[in-house]
Structures are given as structure tokens and as C-alpha cells.
């Protein structure tokens, strides 16, 4: 058997498109055009790249590009004042601080400067405990990227066995409680967890985020499984994941590859969190204008 793919780059261009009138509707109308401030402190050049391609998007999608760059020895006084500045503007719908940032700085207590209702990169101590609570909030995007994912192949999240390898802040944790909030049985998995192959073969779904390259072999995955790979690795052939692609797609039912698996979805719900922050504010009492 071959597992079918779940092509992230199509899923991740209607979620887009879908997006862009969703946008045009919002502005028709409230008035508002979301708008995103990406931050930028120093040159580092994939931050760089990454931040070019979220400014982008978000043009495409019909919002406002905020961009805020800052220099490499910017103080934490310098980012503080910024980042309030920013909190404060109604025309600014999200605010997202692109890490990591020079060493300088103290990341947490920066990321704590914005205010839930703008968070999209939903890392802030109030979203996370409103995802906790499955409270109306933002989430972050990478993890929401695996439910889109998931949700748009018909996989059937509610009842489901998931084992989620991983309990980072950034993918392990949020992911594993958006499946929790959507009624999954969860394990997380982690390095300290005892013989990993047999807890991920009970599994309906896997969602691997490790970090390494290869981790989860065809041995790992009871047939039919459903099985999404979050991880990222740069080597001579390309990139991979964390998951050995082709013998996994032997056993699994369902697989996303990488590149063009997770990876997409990353801006996709960028943007989709950009808009519900507009939305939200505009709930909250207008806090956002045109
Ligand atoms: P991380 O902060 O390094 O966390 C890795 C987690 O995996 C930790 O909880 C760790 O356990 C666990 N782990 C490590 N080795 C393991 C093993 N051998 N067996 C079981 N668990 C193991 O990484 P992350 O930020 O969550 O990122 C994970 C991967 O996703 C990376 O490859 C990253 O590049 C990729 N990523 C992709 C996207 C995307 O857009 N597609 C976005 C973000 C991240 P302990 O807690 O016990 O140390």
C-alpha cells in the first residue's frame, strides 16, 4: 500500500484565496484593513527571508504591511518603546516579534509586551492559557497549519488516537491541546519517553516535531495511520523531515512530505490570525480604525 499525500501547498493556497475575500469583506464592512507589523531587529538573513515573505503575503491578502525594522544593537529600551508604540496604534491588527532576536535582548519579556488581541504568533503567557482554557484567542500558526491540515484531508480528529512527538513551546504543546480541544485522545512523546515505537503504533495520527532527521521509521506506524511531519532539516539532497518519507508511506494512509507538507501552512494561518486579530479588536469595542 502507498499512502496518499496531502499536498500542504494546495491546502495552503485555498486557505489563502479563501482569506483574501474574507479580508475584502471585513474592509467592506468595518472600514478596517488588517494590518500586519512584522518586527525585525538586525540583519540576520533568514529572518530576513522570512520576514520579506510574511510582508508579502500579507499584501497579496489585502492587508496593510506595518514592517518595523530595527537596528542590530537596538536596546531592550529601544524594542520595549516599539513594541508599545505598536500595541497602542489602532491601524496595527497583529504584531509579531521574528525570532530569534540579537542576544542582547530578552525574547520572553518582550513577546509579553503584546497584547493578546494582536498576538499572532499566539505565544504570549494569555494565549497560551486561553488555548489551555480552549478560550476564544489566537493560536499559533504552525500548529494550527496541523489541524488545517488535517480537517481539510477528512481525517476525523474527534476520538482519535494522536501521538504528538515533541513538547516544545513553539509546535509539541499547543498542537497537542488543539487536539485535546477538538476531543483527540493525546500522548506526547518526548525524549524521556520509554520505547517510542510501540506508543506511536497505537497511534490513528502521528504528528512528529522532534527535530530529528529521519526519527520515525515504518516500524513506528500502524497501517493506515495518519501521519504529519512538522520537522525541518537543510542537508546536500534538500530538505527533510522528521520522518523516513518513503518507507513510512508504505505503512501510513495518509502523509505530508516535505517540503510542501506543514511548511506552507505557516503563513497561511499567519494571515488567517492577522484578520481574527482585526476581528477581534473590532469586537472588543473598535479598538482598531481604518
Ligand atoms: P525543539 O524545541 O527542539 O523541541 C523538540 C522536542 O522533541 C522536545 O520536546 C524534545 O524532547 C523532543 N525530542 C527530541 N528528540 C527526541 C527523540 N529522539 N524522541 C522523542 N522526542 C524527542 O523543536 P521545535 O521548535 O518544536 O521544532 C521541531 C521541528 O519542527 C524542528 O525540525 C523544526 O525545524 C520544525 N519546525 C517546523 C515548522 C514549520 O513551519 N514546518 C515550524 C516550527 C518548527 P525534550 O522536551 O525531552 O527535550
Known sequence: MSAGIIDGKAVAASVRAALKDEVAAFTAETGIQPGLATVLVGGDPASEVYVA?????SVVAGMADLHQHLPEDASQADVESLLRALAADPAVSGILLQLPVPAQLDAVSLIELIPFEKDVDGLTTMSVGLLA??????????????????????????????????????????????????????????SRTRDLPAVCREADIIVAAAGVKGLVTADYIKQGATVIDVGIHRGEEGLSGDVAYAEV????????????????????MLLQNTLRAAQLQYELGGSAAS
Not at 515573505?53 to 503575503?57: A, C, D, E, G, Q
Not at 480541544?181 to 518526548?190: E, G, K, P
Open 53 to 57: 515573505n510574511k510582508r508579502r503575503s
Open 133 to 190: 482554557q480552549n478560550k476564544a484567542g489566537l493560536r499559533p500558526c504552525t500548529p494550527s497549519g496541523v489541524i488545517e491540515l488535517l480537517d481539510a484531508s477528512g481525517v476525523t480528529i474527534e476520538g482519535a488516537n494522536v501521538v504528538v512527538i515533541g513538547r516544545s513551546e513553539l509546535v509539541g504543546r499547543p498542537v497537542a491541546q488543539l487536539l485535546v480541544n477538538r476531543n483527540a485522545t493525546v500522548t506526547i512523546a518526548h
Open 249 to 268: 508511506a508504505e505503512v501510513a494512509g495518509l502523509i505530508t512530505p516535505v517540503p510542501g507538507g506543514v511548511g506552507p501552512m505557516t503563513i497561511a
